[in-house]
């Protein structure tokens, strides 16, 4: 079974940078589509970016394209999120997340293929 940790959020200004990190534990990590997601109180979870196993493929989210970008380290068992040019609306708690086995990152933007989710991480923009 896979255990996720997520770091790297909190407090930055409108148009700063952070990076996000999750930590993976368990054998499996090398296999799967993993994905980041964030939510805000009263809201949906929202899909944010989703890497492939090996790394050749991702997705990001319209609402962050050209700002943030995913990358994995399989080495490491750890996924990244890079955001940049930050927005007060990206405020939000993220979360890391694997999907199931054998989920094509193509589906990666569906909450419900993922069954591993880490705790999550606050991140703050502030105007």
């Known amino acids: 079974q896979v255990q996720l940790v997520e770091s790297g959020g909190g407090l930055v200004q409108a148009g700063g940078s952070l990076r996000l990190s999750c930590a993976a534990s368990?054998?499996?990590?090398?296999?799967?589509?993993m994905g980041w997601f964030r939510q805000t109180p009263g809201k949906e979870r929202e899909f944010v970016a989703a890497?492939?196993?090996?790394?050749?493929?991702?997705y990001v989210a319209d609402s962050v394209r050209g700002r943030f970008t995913i990358s994995r380290d399989n080495a490491k068992n750890t996924v990244y999120l890079q955001m940049n040019s930050l927005k007060p609306e990206d405020t939000a708690v993220y979360y890391c997340?694997?999907?199931?086995?054998?989920?094509?990152?193509?589906?990666?933007?569906?909450?419900?293929?993922?069954?591993?989710w880490g705790q999550g991480t606050q991140v703050t923009v502030s105007s």
């Open positions: 997340a694997a999907a199931t086995s054998f989920t094509a990152v193509s589906a990666g933007t569906d909450p419900a293929r993922y069954n591993t």
């Open positions: 368990g054998r499996t990590f090398n296999s799967r589509t």
């Open positions: 890497i492939s196993w090996s790394a050749t493929s991702g």
